[in-house]
């Protein structure tokens, strides 16, 4: 058969006519030789010859372009997964940031606390010394004045005079101060 209702058959085409001449092919009376018409096959046979070249370069080409495609895509998943562990890397990094920070104000947190209680503590013991001093004083001043009235009710003036400003006078004129007097001016001394 010619080739001729084949445009233009690839190798593969071509290979697989000739095999199908071969097995259509008669076989030779009285024996299993068969019969083929050589110059059908040997045509078949040289143009799938010379179509091979060309079959084997686009082969090559399309392997190429494969390897090539495939290169690009291990290239393209490298990029992305070294990009997503840079990602992780930040991440991790923030982590580590935001760890970091908590536990730093945890820290200030404790020792303003700490440094709170301080003050505290102190303000408390500075309040305590001044009122105790400060009681110190009120008792001076509560025993002179009970001194004072005491010796109010004990005196009494010969005149008549009320005692209190009988004992005007006697704190105006040059005696000086009495005891109890003295007492109550010691306050300031404390």
Known sequence: ????????????????????????????PMSNTIRLTKDEVQELLEEALDRL???????????????EFLAKTRREAEDILEQARVAAERMVQRTEIVREAAHSASRLVDDAREESSRLRLEAEDYCDQKLAAFEIVLERTIKTVAAGREKLRSTTPPD???????????????????????????????
Request: no cysteine; glycine share 6%.
């Open 1 to 28: 058969m010619p080739v001729e209702d084949h445009a233009h058959p690839d190798t593969e085409a071509l290979l697989r006519r000739v095999i199908e001449i071969v097995n259509n092919a008669r076989t030779m």
């Open 53 to 67: 070249p060309e079959e084997l370069k686009r082969a090559r080409w399309m392997l190429k372009e494969r390897e």
């Open 160 to 190: 008549g005079t009320p005692a209190h400003l009988a004992l005007g006078e006697v704190a105006g004129t040059d005696k000086g101060m009495s005891e109890a007097e003295e007492a109550f001016f010691d306050q300031d001394r404390a």
